[in-house]
């Protein structure tokens, strides 16, 4: 299993968010709004192009505190492992050099790109692992163009189903009747993600930025669909969408097979921490690239802290998150994914704490 263990955590890394979406959908539209904002943070992107010219870092806002690389060479999705880990590498060494300043980077993907690959760069490559950590992966939906580009391109029902926050975009140019649809589709895709309502790319911002350190708090919570949606007016003025020749084919095509879905396990029972590295060893390995995300805070026998597991399909990374103090123990997974086996993972759950229940405990 390529994962950290708790505890090895002492210097702080670097918050990486990967910004996602379909082609089109407003990711830049998003970034040039986080750029601009006043947040009080330096922040370096990392731009992905599909061929050598760059639009995308030319339409956006440049700013003096801001660095952005450009990586020419190609789709995320086929060519990202060992470029992206050269550009996070490079950009950790020019920092450690006193070259540049920034605290944390966000990465915009290409609209086709399965964000799967990117998220996995952070956690499995070492050079980046030991520097970065992944905060969240931030999907941008069209509200315009939402159900039909769900409905037809299974790259955009997985960048749904890796989110952990959905935003949906141009909400000015739909009736609002007509968002609980997609919030309704976008929900049965992915119900651990809350859903935010924007226009031209305004949102909550700081809810964006410290995602990791937000959930670890929530996400003991029961039902994690339940979460708001952050109480955002999905809007009051309405145009019309414009014709978007992409997915003008397919605009009657609105029937979605939900083949990516989530199942939570929750439990009061503490884990062994062995017995739990190998079940989640096992899984991780067992559902492949069908697993895109498992997220979850943990009670396990003998920690002081929570334990805060993260996976992208076969990468699993272990942490401490903050004491438990006098938060009740108990522990929650989420796991999201492509037809996923959700019967047989909770009985192998549940079969790990059986097993941990009959070990003697270390110590
Ligand atoms: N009316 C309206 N237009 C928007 C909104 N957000 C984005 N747009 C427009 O939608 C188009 C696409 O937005 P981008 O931000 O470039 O989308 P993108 O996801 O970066 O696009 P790709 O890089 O091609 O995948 C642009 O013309 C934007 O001005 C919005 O909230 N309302």
């Known amino acids: 299993m390529n994962a950290r263990q708790p505890g090895d955590d002492a210097t702080p890394r670097t918050p990486v968010t990967v910004l996602t979406g ?35 870092t030319d339409l956006l806002v440049r700013e003096a505190s801001e660095e952005i690389v450009e990586m020419s060479n190609g789709c995320l999705c086929c060519s990202v492992r060992g470029d992206l880990a050269r550009v996070l590498e490079d950009l950790a060494l020019r920092r450690a050099r006193g070259e ?24 499995l490559e070492p050079g ?11 999907t941008v939906v069209d509200a315009c163009h939402g159900l039909p580009t769900l409905a037809a391109h299974p790259e955009a029902r ?105 199942f939570a396990f929750t439990t009061d029972r503490p884990f062994d921490a062995g017995r739990l590295e190998q079940l989640l060893s096992a899984l991780a390995e067992g559902l492949g690239t069908d697993l895109y995300r498992c997220k979850g805070v943990l009670w396990v026998e003998g920690e002081a802290r929570q334990v805060v597991v993260q996976a992208v399909q076969l990468t699993i990374a272990v942490d401490r998150g903050a004491p438990w103090g006098t938060t009740p ?5 989420v796991f999201i994914g492509r037809d996923l086996p959700a019967d047989a993972i909770r009985d192998s759950l549940a079969r790990c704490l059986e097993e941990s229940a009959d070990q003697p405990i270390p110590g």
């Not at 790109?113 to 760069?121: F, H, I, K, L, S």
């Not at 970065?132 to 931030?138: H, K």
């Not at 997609?182 to 924007?198: E, G």
């Not at 123990?329 to 997974?333: D, F, I």
């Open 22 to 56: 379909f082609l089109g959908s407003g990711k830049t539209t998003l970034l040039n709004r986080i750029l601009t904002e006043r947040h009080g943070q330096r922040i370096a992107v990392i731009e992905n192009e599909f061929g050598p010219e760059s639009i995308d």
């Open 100 to 123: 540049l300043r920034f605290d944390r980077v966000v990465i915009e993907t290409t609209g086709m790109a399965d964000p799967g690959p990117v998220a996995q760069t952070i956690f």
């Open 128 to 138: 980046v692992a030991a520097v970065y950590r992944l905060d969240a992966i931030l």
């Open 158 to 262: 997985a960048q749904v189903g890796y989110a952990d926050r959905l935003l949906v975009s141009k909400t000015d140019l739909v009736q609002a009747a007509d968002l609980p649809e997609l919030a309704d589709a976008l929900a049965r895709i992915n119900p651990r993600a809350p859903i935010s309502w924007m226009r031209q790319g305004r949102t909550h911002l700081d809810e964006l930025l410290d995602v990791a350190a937000f959930d670890a708090a929530s996400v003991l919570r029961e039902h994690a669909a339940e979460l708001d949606t952050h109480g955002n007016d999905p809007g009051h003025d309405h145009g019309s969408c414009p014709p978007h020749g992409h997915e003008a084919v397919h605009a009657h095509n609105t029937e979605h097979t939900p083949d990516v879905a989530s």
């Open 329 to 333: 123990r108990r522990s929650k997974l």
